[in-house]
């Protein structure tokens, strides 16, 4: 009874998934290798390795080569105004235009 409205919604909505077991497959290397990047040498190298799993991981699930992906941003990053950098997320990045 407590998640009566979340099968309402899946029933009205027949593209809806049932489950999150895909992206659930997708995140279990890094959440099973949580324990062995425990000793990262600080909180904050732990919290680095982190932050660049997830980039690597969301760009893998958009479907991006995360190598592309991180050399691209690595290059903007310095440069970028604060206001840019959401463009830069996995989610919303687009390939450089080669000339």
Known sequence: MKRWAALVRYLDDGHLPIDNNWIGNQIRPWALGR??????????SGQRA??????IQSAKIKGLDPQAYL???LERLPTARQSDLAALLP?????PIKV
């Open 35 to 44: 324990n062995n990047w425990l000793f990262a040498g600080s909180l904050r």
């Open 50 to 55: 982190a932050n660049v799993m997830t980039l």
């Open 71 to 73: 050399r691209d941003v």
């Open 91 to 95: 989610h919303n990045w687009s390939p």
